[in-house]
């Protein structure tokens, strides 16, 4: 088996190179519906584990889904972005809102600094993203993007950061203190039409496969006239679940950096 660099002590194991999918998701019984959505049942407690990622504990693949702002059609202008975050069985499992002003998402475009509250469905913020205002071309590599989870908000569980490359997108995810625990390599080509685009996750020697960030095709009458979009996120079911919210985060970062305003 190939050598794992720095990832060992968080839970995973690692596959071979080329199947980086197929987890398989337990079931889960619904609960009620909760304002017009069905929530993923609470969870108990789990020593060690922060309050609010019990849910990261039981499942292996998250999907997340742009909310469609009819202002935002109308007008041009950027909106604040939510999301809903569910399980592969479409229960919710967080409604994500990024935080940000009218100025801001208007003249930084996919640039701009943000937070975005992720909460749960007691309405507790359990995650929270912070990105600042950084540079994300390749001709100023000393100042590219990064993004900082926390979880609870107050209490940073790791980081993911953007790494220099001449024409693929690539990103380092690390724990709190800063060691390099995966890799996210993306392709060369964002465009593509009537298929996902992927960024694979790997190990930190990019041996292995671990998991994968999609950007799951909508539509052409969805891609051509919003700015809305589908990821799913497949990452092992032991991965260690502070890991998992710093996988999200690094959602929420590609999303930022490759899929905001790229139809305006």
């Known amino acids: 088996m190939p050598n794992v660099t ?17 987890f398989v998701v337990p079931p889960v019984q619904h609960q009620p519906n909760m304002n017009g959505a069905i929530w993923m049942p609470i969870p108990p407690s789990i020593p060690n584990c922060p309050p609010g990622l019990e849910y990261l504990t039981q499942i292996d ?21 939510k999301y809903e975050i569910k399980n592969a069985l479409g ?32 309405g507790h913020e359990v995650i929270r993203l912070q990105r600042p205002l950084r540079c994300s071309s390749c001709c100023c590599p000393c100042c590219l993007q990064e993004l900082e989870v926390q979880a609870p908000p107050g ?8 790494n220099w490359h001449i024409c693929l997108p ?14 996210i390599i993306g392709p060369c080509i964002m465009c593509r ?15 292995c496969a671990v998991g994968r960030i999609s950007k799951q095709w909508s539509g052409l009458v969805q891609e051509a006239f919003t700015d809305t979009d589908n990821f799913g996120i497949s990452f092992p079911m032991d991965l260690d679940v502070k890991m998992k919210a710093v996988m999200i985060g690094a959602c929420f970062l590609i999303v930022s950096l490759s899929f905001t305003n790229t139809r305006t």
Request: glycine share 8%; with cysteine.
């Open 155 to 162: 209490t940073t569980v790791g980081y993911v950061v953007q």
């Open 91 to 122: 229960q919710r499992v967080y409604f994500a809102a990024e935080d940000t002003d009218f100025l801001t998402r208007n003249c930084c475009g996919a640039s701009r600094p943000f937070t975005i509250r992720i909460v749960d469905n007691l």
């Open 193 to 207: 039409c009537c298929e996902d685009i992927n960024f694979e996750v790997k190990s930190v020697d990019e041996t």
């Open 61 to 81: 693949k998250v999907l997340i889904h742009q909310q469609l702002e009819l202002l935002e059609i109308v007008t041009g202008f950027e909106t604040s972005n």
């Open 6 to 22: 720095g990832a060992v002590n968080y839970g995973f194991q690692p596959q071979p190179m080329g199947q980086p999918g197929g």
């Open 170 to 183: 690539k990103f380092t995810i690390q724990d709190e203190k800063r060691t390099d625990v995966l890799k």
